[in-house]
């Protein structure tokens, strides 16, 4: 049951890292790019239509980051701490942290992105900015620290 549902949180969790790197990539790109370029292309994908989906990937994976967090806890986490990991049992310490950030200020993010114009482009740039720090983060930290031990269940 723990193998199927770290398998569900990494697929979605890698379902929501695309969506997020596009739209920041897209956000952050220059206006001007040479036509035919890799940039012009990112950008004619409509920024606003990733807001939605990543809403709700965050959520879904955050869900079901806490459940398998229950497991963790109570059967990988003593191993670790075993073994002397204590940087990467403090880095997933982190990662749970920002992810609760994410998750206070994703209502900030999909407000932006609802938002048409360009009155809150910035603001929008940096939040989605803010959210892609924290979702690659999470998932770098949590594909190391399941690769240093992994489930045994």
Wanted: aromatic share 14%.
């Amino acid at each position: 049951m723990a193998t199927a549902l770290l398998i569900s949180h990494g697929l979605v969790a890698v379902a929501l890292l695309g969506a997020m790197t596009h739209q920041t990539l897209a956000t952050w790109a220059p206006t001007r790019v040479r036509p035919g370029s890799f940039f012009e292309r990112f950008r004619t994908v409509p920024t606003a239509a990733f807001a939605n989906a990543i809403a709700v990937l965050y959520v879904v994976s955050s869900v079901l980051g806490a459940i398998v967090y229950v497991y963790f806890r109570v059967e990988i986490s003593r191993t670790l701490e075993n073994s002397g990991y204590w940087r990467i049992l403090g880095f997933f310490d982190l990662k749970e942290h920002f992810v609760a950030i994410g998750l206070a200020l994703l209502p900030a993010y999909w407000a932006c992105w609802q938002e048409r114009g360009d009155r809150h482009a910035r603001t929008r740039a940096a939040v989605t900015l803010v959210l892609a720090a924290i979702v690659w983060w999470s998932f770098l930290i949590g594909h190391i620290t399941n690769n240093i031990r992994g489930f045994e269940l």
